[in-house]
Structures are given as structure tokens and as C-alpha cells.
């Protein structure tokens, strides 16, 4: 009795894996359908309106005249720009960005340094503080690891000229994409994201979320859906779901595109993806009953709850993890072991979707579908390796445990001369959770080992997938934090 209790309690928590990796499919479907319907602006301001460019920052040192250079060589009129500059910082930024801002008012820009010293709300509550202050109807944020182009303003803001549209999005680009392996990978998750995922949506009449910059707001949408607010770590997508509630048409627009730093280390990047995963599963315990009884379409509401529970799927990945060996060993002895043979086609499928949805990807923006089959086994893997630190970040979030906003750390990376240029790491230290996931890299070690003595050859693959996530974002975590 006891064995097929594990048995069916494994194959639930694949089912809901699966109904997650359905759901992917459904999005590329969108997509496809879709992705001939580009937006448009319903005309073009005659007269360009005053933008306000906030520039939230904290403790970033190496990048923050980066940023700034960026923002002053952004092509709109001089007189129509103001910039607020944002800063939180506790370190060498303060002096750095001070004398930035001076540098840039001597120039004949209508720039304004703001820092506070208490750091209330984190980022919302710096916008929030500068949204008080600031002179124009929009704003366009951009957070400090990213370099603006030149027409970013002029590519989003006749969208505006639309009075239901509340917000404008542009799709992130990436300075640093072939850094390293890990950039690669994170390159291919944020492309599917920002190509398949924002075009399905936005495109089909779904919620979609401003991801937290390079995007403008209009001011009355974010007063209207009641302010920037601090209560989650993902500020972004709490204040787009309330806006969107309240009414609010948002963009997005593919075509423009802000170049960005992406996490070049292991520990960065956890921390930021545990940030997300956490902010995500706060918005859910927060809005999740808003938006079942709000009087939206049922298509919205539905997609809704798969967007908002995404980082769901973390939790039961690890439950999945733990179960392998044991499901695997007593299927053994039922009577006909074949007939459980369900997690071969499940799996097969969620894989499937994944391997589906990425060279869809990588074919839209690069025109290589071989590319994006060599990269998708190990994006693979690195997400099983991720399940530990987000599923915890997720279970921090429906609990209420309250935590800092932590930032992802930029190091200011530049190419020269064909070669890759960081300022030094900022590792974090050692954690529980990367002896747990170098404990499960061991666990999957074994797994196999027994796999191949026991023949469940069909199963070797996909252990396979879960060994190299382990191990990789284990030891790369503990490499990085010397």
C-alpha cells in the first residue's frame, strides 16, 4: 500500500508539472497566432510631451557613470528631459554619482540628485519619493546595470497618445550574453521570457507585467492602481496587476530594446532569481483572490493564475527530485512495473515543450534554431539546479517572511580589445542551500549508479538532467564564494 501511495503521489506532482509545462505550450500557441499583430501607435504626438527618467540606485559604484552617460546621450529634446537620480547607496556611489550629476547640470541637463539615508520601501519607496517631486505625466525607470539606447524614448512614449495605455514596456537586451556559460543560459531564459511569454500575452489581450525597467508609466495609471507599494519584492508586477485591474491598457513593444548586465556570477544570480521568485509568490498571496473575483474575462483569470504561481512549479520540481530514487526502487516491485512507465511520456512532454518553446526563441531573435539546441540541454539543467534556492524563496513568500531587498550585484563588465572585462566579485558567502544542492548532486549520483544496475535505462536521461543542474549550480556557487 505504502508503494503505490509514492508511486501516485510522484506521478501527481509530475501531472502538475506537466500542467505548467501545457501551459507553455499554450503561450508558444499565442505566440504563433499572434505575432503578426505588432502594436501601433493610435497616432503621434505633434508636440513631444515632458518625460521624467528615474534612476533608482544602491551601492553601484561600477556602473553608475555608465548608466548616466547612457541616459544623456538619449536622442529627446534637451528641455523635455528631467532626470531624477535615485540613490540609496551607503558606499564610494554617493561621491560617484554626485559628481556625475554635476557634471551633467553643467551641460544643460535638468538633473536632480535625491538620496536618502533610511532606505524605506527598498526601490518602490525610492520611486515612490521621486514620483512626488517629479514634473512630467511619464516616467521611464531604468535600474543601474542598464545602458539605454538612443531612441528608447522616442520608440515608446507615442504609444501614450492612446489615453487608455498606462504603460509602455521595451524588451531587455544584453551587454554581456557571451560572457560565459552561465550568461549564456540566462540570455535564453530572459529571451523566451521577453519574446515568447510578453508577445503571447499582451498580444492575445492577457496581463502581462513591466519588468521593473525600461519601461515609461504613465503617472495617473500608477496613482490610479493606488502607488508604488512595498510590501513585496517585486514591486513591477504588483503595481501591473493592479493597474491592469483597474483597467489599464499596457504595451509592449519588442522592437525597442534596452541593452542590460546580466549576473556574471552563480551566487548574483541566485540571489536575484530567489528576489523574483519571492516577490512573485508575495504578489500571489496578495492579489491572487483580487483577481478571481475581479470582472475580467475567464481567459485572463486563468492566465493570470499561471502567471502569478510560475515560480510554483520550484516546490514541486524538488518534491519530484526527492522522489526519484524511491519511485524508482519500488515500481521494481509491483507486479507489472511497466504499467507505471507514466513518467517516461509526462516527462518526455514537459521537455519537449521547454526544447519547443526556446528554439522558437532563439529563431525569432537570431535566426539559429542549432544554437538554441546546443544551449537548451544545459538552461535545462541550471533551472532543476535552481529549484532548491527559488522553491525556498517561494515558501518565504506564502509564509509572509518578511526579508530585505537585496541587489544583484554589476561589475561594470565591458568588452576591449576582444577581451571581457569585470570589476571584482562581490561572492556571497556560503549557504545551506548550496550544500543541499551539492547533497543532491551526491543523491543523483547515486541514483543513476543504481539506474544502470537495475536497467531503468529510460530513466537515465532525464536523472542525468538533474545531476548536472545540482552539481553545476552547486559547485559553481561554492567556487565563486572564495
Known sequence: MTEIVIIGFYLMVLSILGLYGFHRGLLLYLYWRHRAKAPRPARYFEELPKV???????????????????????????????????????????????AKVEQLKARGFDIVYIHRDDRIGFKA?????????????????????????????????????????????????????????????????????????????????????????????????????????????????????????KGWRFIYVPHAIAPAEIPCEMNSFKGQQFRWAKGSAQTTRKLLLTVIQ?????????????????????????????????????????????????????????????????????????????DAIKRIPLMMAVSIGLSINNARAVLEGLIGRESEFVRTPKHGILRRDGNWIAKKYRAGSKSLGTVLELGFGLYFFITIILAVLTGSWASIPFLVLFLIGFLYVGMLSFYQTR
Open 52 to 98: 521624467t527618467i528615474q534612476l533608482p540606485m544602491y551601492n553601484e559604484m561600477y556602473v553608475a557613470e555608465r548608466l548616466l552617460e547612457g541616459v544623456a546621450a538619449i536622442d529627446y529634446p534637451k528641455e523635455l528631459l528631467e532626470i531624477q537620480v535615485l540613490d540609496d547607496s551607503t558606499d564610494e556611489t554617493v561621491e560617484i554619482a554626485e
Open 294 to 370: 475581479a470582472n475580467i474575462p475567464l481567459k485572463v483569470k486563468i492566465e493570470c493564475l499561471f502567471h502569478l504561481t510560475n515560480n510554483f512549479a520550484y516546490l514541486f520540481l524538488i518534491i519530484l527530485a526527492a522522489l526519484q530514487l524511491p519511485n524508482m526502487l519500488l515500481r521494481r516491485h509491483m507486479e507489472r512495473p511497466e504499467l507505471l512507465l507514466l513518467d517516461v511520456p509526462l516527462f518526455a512532454t514537459t521537455c519537449l515543450s521547454i526544447v519547443i518553446f526556446y528554439v522558437a526563441t532563439y529563431r525569432a531573435l537570431y535566426h539559429d534554431k542549432w
Open 125 to 245: 519607496g525610492a520611486l515612490e519619493n521621486g514620483l512626488k517631486v517629479a514634473k512630467s505625466d511619464y516616467t521611464l525607470v531604468f535600474d543601474a546595470d542598464f545602458v539605454p539606447t538612443q531612441s528608447i524614448i522616442k520608440d515608446l512614449i507615442h504609444y501614450f497618445t492612446d489615453p487608455a495605455v498606462g504603460m509602455v514596456q521595451a524588451r531587455w537586451g544584453h551587454l554581456n550574453r557571451d560572457y560565459s556559460v552561465l550568461t549564456r543560459v540566462q540570455s535564453l531564459m530572459l529571451d523566451g521570457h521577453f519574446i515568447i511569454e510578453h508577445i503571447a500575452r499582451n498580444r492575445s489581450g492577457r496581463f502581462f507585467n513591466f519588468n521593473g525597467t525600461a519601461g515609461i508609466w504613465r503617472r495617473q495609471a500608477i496613482v490610479d492602481a493606488g502607488g508604488w507599494q512595498h510590501d513585496t519584492l517585486t514591486e513591477d508586477m504588483d503595481l501591473s496587476f493592479r493597474a491592469q485591474l
